[in-house]
Nanobody
């Protein structure tokens, strides 16, 4: 059983930056693709970014079109943590951000994850 705990959310002005962290425990971190999703008020949860690990290296990184060039996903397998660096934030980035883990990267990219965190709220003011 893998536990995921997100942190780093908060209130920021448009154009600002935040870095989200997701600490994993209870499993072998390198066995999992890790991803970030978000859910804005009144909207469905959507994919933000994912990062896979295979053969001792990052095997794939993917982003939603809406965040490409602004957000960067990374992982530190020595700390069992995945990060989401968010720059040039916009009010439409306001959402609860969730971390997810799954052994299958493509499946995670479709929003299917074995494990999910409780979420961290990001609010971007205009």
């Amino acid at each position: 059983q893998v536990q995921l705990v997100e942190s780093g959310g908060g209130l920021v002005q448009a154009g600002g930056s935040l870095r989200l962290s997701c600490a994993a425990s209870g499993g072998t971190f390198s066995n999992y693709a890790m991803g970030w999703f978000r859910q804005a008020p009144g909207k469905e949860r959507e994919f933000v970014a994912a990062i896979s690990w295979s053969g001792g290296r990052i095997s794939r990184i993917s982003y939603a079109d809406s965040v490409k060039g602004r957000f960067t996903i990374s992982r530190d397998n020595t700390k069992n943590t995945v990060y989401l660096q968010m720059n040039s934030l916009k009010p439409e980035d306001t959402a609860v951000y969730y971390c997810a883990a799954d052994p299958n990267g493509p499946r995670l990219g479709r929003g299917v994850g074995d494990y999910w965190g409780q979420g961290t709220r990001v609010t971007v003011s205009s």
